[in-house]
């Protein structure tokens, strides 16, 4: 490992633009808070919704903080274990959350009402807004990921699950309109593009390592298409 860190860190450009996805994800959190607080303070009235007019709401919290966290770790570690590959990952969560805080700002639907019944004292109350529904980043997320890492079988179907995952948690537990979750998809798709369109330095960087770090793979893939 200590060779790919000495290989990474005499790549000049490679380290510049890594510092670089570093502040424009602070930014983008930044971008994305005053966002959630413009549309906490603009909401409006609750609308009717199919599935969560017809459903319970389940108390599924643990899993929805839980499982977050579990996802962040698992981006810091692979950010870590090959750091090649910070520069795109970073930029595309970035432009993400940019383009969600966008988003979020344009119309101020309130949250469901029988939604988000937690304890207004704990630590997820203190750290969230409950009117930045549309799209849903915890579904639109872990689905950019997967598309990142799409010629990673195993990877991919761990976002891709993880998505879903995430999509049924927030409607169990109301927090997000069906619309919101299943657009999610759609729109981080068209997101993904963007990335590939305005990181293509980043995004081509990417692919090279990866066939680096997975040869093999990745080689009979390529047979497969021809």
Not at 128 to 138: E, I, M, P, R, Y
Not at 157 to 165: D, E, G, K, R
């Amino acid at each position: 490992m200590i060779w790919i860190y000495k290989q990474f860190f005499l790549n000049k450009s490679l380290v510049v633009s890594s510092c670089i996805a570093l502040c424009l994800l602070i930014g983008s959190l930044i971008v994305n808070f005053y966002a959630w607080q413009y549309a906490d303070e603009s909401q409006s009235n609750p609308v009717t919704d199919i599935i969560l007019s017809n459903t319970n709401t389940y108390d599924v919290d643990w899993f929805f903080l839980y499982g977050m966290i579990a996802f962040a770790v698992f981006i810091g570690v692979r950010c870590i274990r090959y750091p090649h590959q910070i520069p795109y990952i970073l930029k595309s969560l970035a432009t993400f959350i940019v383009i969600r805080s966008i988003f979020i700002s344009l119309t101020h639907i309130g949250p469901f009402p029988n939604g988000v019944a937690i304890d207004n004292t704990g630590l997820l109350w203190n750290f969230n807004f409950w009117a930045d529904l549309f799209f849903s980043g915890h579904t639109g997320m872990p689905f950019l990921m997967a598309l990142i890492f799409w010629r990673h079988t195993i990877i991919r179907y761990i976002f891709i699950v993880s998505a879903v995952f995430f999509g049924i948690i927030v409607l169990l537990w109301h927090l997000h309109y069906s619309i919101d979750v299943f657009a999610a998809f759609f729109i981080t798709y068209s997101i993904n593009h963007i990335c590939e369109l305005i990181w293509k330095w980043d995004h081509k960087h990417f692919q090279e390592y990866d066939s680096l770090i997975y040869p093999k793979k990745i080689e009979s893939k390529k047979m497969k298409g021809k």
